[in-house]
């Protein structure tokens, strides 16, 4: 919160000197709006050199303790990127309204008159920004000329390359971040469905080093991965602590072969057992409401539905039954009392005890 409250802070006092505008002050905040546009160019600077430090991480030649960036990892997040990109463009908005309307800077020979000002800041913004080269489809598509002439003047000439100059860098600066992830991923994701024996448990190593979004994405892949590959690709997942193994894979169960399915969810619960004090309570209502899905569909062999009913007791064994959330206990209780129904007289015994178990466990009234 305090982040993004950071981020709105020059638009903030801006407003509030706005508002007090009878009190006489010596400063314009508007130049507050270039500080705010300056930070996202930082963010996203910092989210690109974060990129190249983890592939460098991922191959051994940055050790984890002298990373320069270590403490910085929010940024790499896609919301963080997405965020910074959006207030960028609101900044750039800012400026044009502030050196017009504000500075009385004259910057346009002419320039979009819509009726509402601020729809033409905002259309100066995204002609004077890399997305200019959609602009003339939406004048096609409106019938209206809203190209902005800039004046030939110094004012107006760097007013202009400088917001184009700097959000063609973001752009391109978006582009290497996508490139950098995607050629990690794919990269990752085929070494290690290829290796084995040593060289799988050097691969291991070396994307447990990877940063978050590669490992979501390595799971994500198994299922579009070759069938020889996909029980590598599995154990691998497991073997890094891919704590998004068991809700994806539950997810994607459909699109495995039977013998694989069976597989999986037995490593899916491997991860679980293993690494149950990092699996919180969000964890575990995913990969339980994932579970849970796939145990409402009932389209299960013996074997596979006995794999995915232990998931889930070993899930409910790493968390507090009453901290899930009603909704999801009762999709729980409907999901194994069908399956309690559907089961042949001659099923297996051990199959029917654990769905009574989960039954028994989801319906108590106390710890």
Known sequence: ILWVLMNF????IYAIAAHLNNVPVTIDFGYGFFIGAGFQVLVLTTSLFIMLEDDDAM????????RKFAGDRVASRWSVIYFATAMFFI???????????????????????TGWFGIDY?????WSLPSDFLMPFTDWVSGENTKPV???????WICYNVIHGVGTYLVINLIVIAAQQYLQLRRIVGELGEARGEELRFLVERARRA???IRRGIVRRIAAAPISQQRSLLSAAS???IFTLPKTFCHDLESYADEIRKFGLTQASKLVRQRCDDFDIERVEKALSAATYRLQQGKLSGDVKLALVKLMTDILDVSNPLLLSSNLRHRILWGVSKALDQLAPNASTE?????????????????
Do not use: C, H
Not at 59 to 66: S, T
Not at 91 to 113: C, G, H, M, N, Q
Not at 122 to 126: G, P, Q, S
């Open 9 to 12: 802070l020059p638009l903030i």
């Open 59 to 66: 191959n051994g030649l940055v050790a984890q303790k002298k």
């Open 91 to 113: 900044y750039s908005v800012a400026i044009f309204y502030w050196a017009s309307e504000v500075a009385k800077i004259d910057l346009y020979v002419t320039r979009p008159d």
């Open 122 to 126: 905002v259309l100066i913004a995204l």
């Open 150 to 156: 800039f004046q030939n003047t110094w004012s107006a």
């Open 211 to 213: 940063p978050p979004i």
């Open 239 to 241: 073997e890094i602590g």
């Open 351 to 367: 199959l029917r005890d654990l769905l009574r178990a989960i039954r028994k466990g989801v319906m108590r009234k106390s710890v």
